[in-house]
């Protein structure tokens, strides 16, 4: 059977080009070139009936026991155009010896940039107020009309120091705001000493902070991280950010914290599911932001994090020792 390589999604042309151009007489490329995913139907199909050597996944893609096991023993290389990678099973890679390369650092700032956005657009209403007047509902100045919530000297609580945790209390500091922040490694005065961050216990963040920012990864110990006690815990008039993953908030639990007033607003760039089904009540609230998973999304970092994981890509299917960029 030839090796092949399957790549789940249309990427940018000169990133296209350099996958394709991974084809030889011994190497076929699979592409499914559309903006929509590849249906799993497909995917296992792929797997199964050629020597995968390479996958070219996004976090849509559950590469899962089953699809790694689908491409057989050939398999070198998962590389993901994403930083988040719960959306593979690294374990069995690394038991398996594949490779995984995911794109750090790249997409930092951009997201961080997109986490203050979404801060400043659910504590002031943005989304909102921009709605009323394209409603007509602007007849005049009011005193108290739309009217928000301070950013400047407030304290927030980052859950997550890590990179992109970081790049959101470096610009928050700007703000003037106290950083707190939590997180699985205890105190990290690396990170936290140029932002003057304090650390806190879980508790204790929820707690003190105006704003809940969550920035950590999906791993198994942070699945629904922020419960009904987490939302109870909080300042009833707290806001509480989710740019990390849908599933380290508990949804339902977040949607009955704002009907019950136990808390004040929420920002959200991702959910569960993704999309966010129209019918969801959290579309409904007007103390609700919801976006579509855009916190990496300008153009140029989308170009960057899709060549690094054709660079991981590529030496993954080329046998190098290591790729450039790995999973830890
Ligand atoms: P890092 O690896 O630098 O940071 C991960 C953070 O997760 C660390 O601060 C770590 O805490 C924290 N963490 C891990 N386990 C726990 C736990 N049990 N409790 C609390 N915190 C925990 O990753 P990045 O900053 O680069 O990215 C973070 C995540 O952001 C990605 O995994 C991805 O899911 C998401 N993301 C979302 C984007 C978007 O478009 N909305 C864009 C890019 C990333 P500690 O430091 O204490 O070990
Ligand atoms: C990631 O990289 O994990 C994001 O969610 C998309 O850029």
Redesign the pocket.
């Known amino acids: 059977m030839t090796a092949t390589v399957i790549v789940t999604r249309q990427l940018p042309a000169d990133v296209e080009a350099a996958v394709l151009a991974l084809a030889s007489d011994d190497l076929k490329v699979l592409y499914h070139k559309s903006d929509d995913p590849l249906d799993r139907a497909t995917l296992l199909e792929w797997c199964s009936s050629s020597a995968v050597v390479g996958i070219y996944c996004l976090l849509t893609d559950r590469i899962d026991a089953e699809v790694l096991e689908a491409c057989g023993d050939g398999l070198r290389v998962v590389s993901t155009m994403?930083?988040?990678y719960?959306h593979i099973d690294v374990e069995w890679c690394k038991a398996h010896g594949v490779a995984v390369g995911y794109t750090?650092d790249v997409?930092?700032e951009t997201?961080a940039d997109?986490a203050v956005a979404l801060l400043l657009a659910t504590a002031r209403r943005i989304p909102e107020a921009a709605n009323a007047v394209k409603a007509g509902e602007w007849t005049t100045w009011k005193p108290m009309w739309l009217t928000g919530k301070d950013v400047f000297g407030s304290t927030v609580g980052i859950?997550?120091?890590?990179?992109?945790?970081a790049a959101i209390a470096r610009r928050l500091r700007g703000f003037g705001c106290a950083i707190r922040y939590?997180?699985?490694?205890?105190p990290?005065p690396d990170l936290a000493g140029p932002v003057e961050a304090e650390f806190r216990d879980m508790d204790a963040l929820l707690g003190e902070s105006d704003f809940v920012v969550v920035?950590?990864?999906?791993?198994p110990?942070?699945r629904g991280?922020i419960g009904a006690a987490q939302l109870r815990a909080m300042k009833s008039d707290a806001v509480l950010v989710n740019?990390?993953?849908g599933e380290v908030v508990d949804q339902d639990a977040l949607i009955e914290a704002l009907r019950a007033g136990d808390i004040g607003a929420a920002g959200l760039?991702?959910t569960t599911p993704e999309p966010l089904p129209a019918s969801s009540p959290l579309l409904s609230m007007p103390n609700v932001v919801v976006l579509p998973?855009?916190?990496?999304?300008s153009v140029r970092t989308r170009e960057l994090i899709a060549k690094m994981a054709a660079q991981n890509l590529q030496a993954g299917v080329q046998g190098a020792a290591a790729l450039p960029f790995p999973v830890p």
Do not use: Y
């Open positions: 994403s930083v988040g719960n750090p997409l930092t997201t997109l859950v997550g120091l890590g990179r992109i945790g939590t997180g699985a490694s205890g990290k920035a950590c990864a999906l791993v110990a942070t991280l740019i990390s993953r760039d991702v998973h855009i916190g990496s999304a």
